[in-house]
């Protein structure tokens, strides 16, 4: 009896000392990390292509002094948008009118000149005709009478010249635009030919254009689609899309050795002056349609590698390296890497690691 109570002891501190060690097996054995997937397949996507822009106006005048004189008035108010032929600035007027003046007196004076050459050389002509005066004092006559029209062809160019002049003295805005600030303080003397000549600027910005540049593969792609169903849509650099799409209007015939890039610029409308020349956009260009896989952006990660996701298989994590294209709202475009019916992980992407057992479920 007491032998069988030994033995029974024995039997239970083995099954005691099993159950704790199939424990502590449990225990060390990983848990499966329960995952959603989904099941990818190629649909169709639009051909886009993301680049860096800067806004300029579509026109950018220098508005300069044609004349030297004295800066009497600012006749606007600087930043402000103005109608082509507004007076911006005066420039004394006094001088040039004198000048006027003077150049009307020898004009006058000239034509009197003129028509007095004029009875000359009539005069002259007939008593030639009737030999009662030599030839040579007739062609005298008419020689002088051209000399008197040349002289007054000159004094009617320089009546135009000074005319030309006093009206430089008002200078007015040749496009309509913004107004840049003053260059220059009221009275101080300016002149054409020094760096007091530049006034102030003037900038159209409705429409606008967008300068940016594309690679030459995706040049290439551009270039091989119809020029009008090119879109071109732009972000501005707090994210927000900008509501009016913008079209190419020109783009450069040579490629850039340093940058490998093409110069493109595109116009879009901007009747509420809401982009400000010199401003920073991003720029999207949208060249046709093609099939491919998208996945959320969410499920992309990156390192030294490059760009990869984690796919489902056989219920196991696999670390998938992916050549990603541009951007679709909240998904990437992937071009190499994934085939149609790869579950690819969306989250839980941080406890994963490549062979890690998972519990994958489909996504919501």
Known sequence: MRRFALLL???LAACS???????????????AVPVSVIEVAPREVPVSFEAVGRTEGSREVQIRARVSGILEKQLYTEGDSVKAGAVLFQIERAPFEIELAQARGTLAETTAREALAVQENERL???ADKRAISQKEADQAASTLQQSRALLQVARARVRQAELNLSYTTVTAPIDGITGRAQQSIGSLVAPTNESAILTTLTRGDPLWVRFALSEAEYATVRNHDAKAVEVKLETADGRPYPQGARVNFTGSTVDAATGTVQMRAEV??????????????????????RAIVVPQTA????????????AADGKAVQRPIRAGGWLGNDWIVLEGLKPGDAVILDNLVRLRPGAAIAPKKAG
């Open 9 to 11: 002891a024995a039997l």
């Open 17 to 31: 000392q099993g159950d704790a060690r199939q424990k502590k097996d449990d225990a060390k054995a990983p848990q």
């Open 125 to 127: 002509k007939m008593l």
């Open 269 to 290: 409308a901007n009747t509420e002056l809401t982009l400000l020349p010199g401003q920073f956009v991003r720029v999207r260009v949208i060249a046709g349609k093609q």
């Open 300 to 311: 992309v990660g990156q390192n030294e590698s490059g760009r990869f996701v984690w796919v």
